[in-house]
């Protein structure tokens, strides 16, 4: 794709606006950058383009481009992109540019949840196998960032969110990792059914060369591509997992508890999915095993902090809604005291009664929602309502008998006692090194 002389208009000026900017002037185009936010949201804006603060959809509707790049954080079906589409030639995000640009291949991820996990596994996988890999797009670095280096990695593994995929119109993975779905977004989306439909577009440039990995399941469309399977309850998929040993064509490839930090079957399902996408596009086993050998997950997400007395801390803060709490719950190998609570949203807990009753020995709740939702829990297993956190770190090691795992999974936000769940999350992981 040919940029010189091209006018090309970036709408939104984050960090992926910034490259996409970067990344249009190098290719000989004349850029102009614009955005609702004031003059101090320009920082950081590439010499050379020019800047209009203060957007208006009227101005907007005045633009003439070849092509408009618009930010995944502004709705690409709303009004604002709608008019500076108008006389516009062609409407993309910061991904399909440099996906345009780039020469390498991409190892491409999408789903609901486990996205950051996965696409972490796939980057240490390719940079140990001396591929580059390096974590781009929803997660890590723009992808344009990636294309402006001077020695691009030769595959990328790239997280696409809905909001990504909206506007591909050419991005071909060799390899499309699809991990799971569930409802999420609806503040952006109609139905659910178009967020599902944003998210399928990861398949639609995909030839009959090419991969799909995929939970066993899911129940896809009809693909072109080869199709291999992972899951955690059908043996005869083509990776499989109860939890702590991965399999594959008979032999085991990893043992998630001696090799990794990683805990679950949630996690399980993300490492058979970087492992299988790996393994298409001819990583060799003993290349992948070392690769992980030693990986924790990001932090907060189900992040094993220690193991005391035969027990397991895992932080999973993250988890600021119903479904992240569920997914922690159900993934978990081991008996569970659960501790869950913060801010009151208004949220229903009752769904996740059935999955204690299976799951768990016991449970704490602090903060907020601490009492509605210890007198909730306590229909499934016995529950102990506190106020701090640190009152519940102690309450949990009490109820936790040797080989059972304590987990922080609140299930709401944390802006009753913490700046976030990044803070929470830290101050769970200080009171679990404070144990003796």
């Not at 030839?207 to 990995?213: F, I, K, L, Q, S």
């Not at 298409?280 to 007395?309: F, K, Q, S, V, W």
């Not at 449970?363 to 829990?377: C, K």
């Amino acid at each position: 794709m040919s940029l010189t002389g091209k006018h090309v208009a970036i709408l939104g000026v984050g960090r992926s606006g910034r490259a996409a900017a970067a990344l249009a002037l190098r290719e000989g185009a004349a850029v102009s950058a614009w955005d609702s936010a004031g003059p101090e949201a320009f920082d950081g804006m590439p010499a050379g383009v020019e800047i209009h603060p203060n957007a208006s959809e009227a101005e907007g509707g005045a633009v003439v481009s070849d092509l408009l790049v618009v930010s995944p954080g502004i709705d690409t079906y709303g009004s604002y992109v709608a008019e500076f589409s108008k006389q516009s030639g062609e409407v993309i995000g910061e991904v399909e540019l440099a996906a345009r640009l780039f020469k390498g291949r991409i190892i491409g991820i999408t789903g609901t949840n486990g996205k950051t996990t996965t696409t972490e596994l796939v980057e240490r996988i390719l940079s140990h196998a001396g591929l580059g890999g390096t974590a781009c797009g929803n997660y890590g670095m723009p992808f344009a960032e990636v294309v402006l280096q001077s020695n691009p990695p030769d595959v990328v593994s790239l997280e696409l969110s809905s909001f990504q995929l909206e506007t591909i119109r050419s991005l071909h993975p060799v390899v499309a990792i699809w991990l799971n779905f569930a409802p999420d977004h609806m503040d952006r989306y109609p139905t659910v059914e178009a967020y599902r439909a944003a998210k399928l577009r990861i398949f639609e440039n995909q030839t009959a060369t090419d991969t799909v990995v995929v939970r066993t399941g899911e129940n896809l469309p009809p693909v072109v591509a080869k199709v291999v399977t992972f899951s955690t309850t059908d043996p005869s998929a083509d990776w499989f997992s109860e939890g702590r040993t991965i399999e594959h064509d008979g032999e085991t490839r990893l043992d998630m508890e001696r090799d990794t930090s990683l805990r679950g079957l949630h996690n399980a399902e993300n490492t058979m999915a970087a492992l299988a996408a790996c393994d298409a596009i001819g990583i060799l086993p003993n290349i992948m095993r070392e690769a992980l050998h030693g990986y924790a997950p990001p932090p907060h997400r189900c992040e094993l902090i220690r193991t005391l007395d035969g027990v397991e801390y895992l932080n999973d803060s993250k988890a600021t809604n119903l479904h992240a709490l569920e997914s922690a719950l159900r993934s978990q190998t081991r008996p569970v005291v659960l501790i869950a609570g913060g801010k009151e949203k208004g949220l229903d807990y009752s769904p996740v009664v059935p999955l204690l009753t299976k799951k768990a020995l016991a449970a704490v709740t602090f903060g907020q929602i601490s009492r509605p939702l210890a007198e909730l829990f306590a229909h499934a297993v016995p529950c102990e309502s506190v106020s701090t956190l640190a009152d519940a770190v102690t309450a949990a090691r009490s109820l936790a008998p040797r080989g059972s795992t304590i987990l922080l999974s609140p299930g709401t936000s944390s802006f009753d006692q913490f700046t976030g769940y990044e803070q929470r999350g830290n101050a769970f992981r200080d009171l679990v090194h404070q144990l003796r």
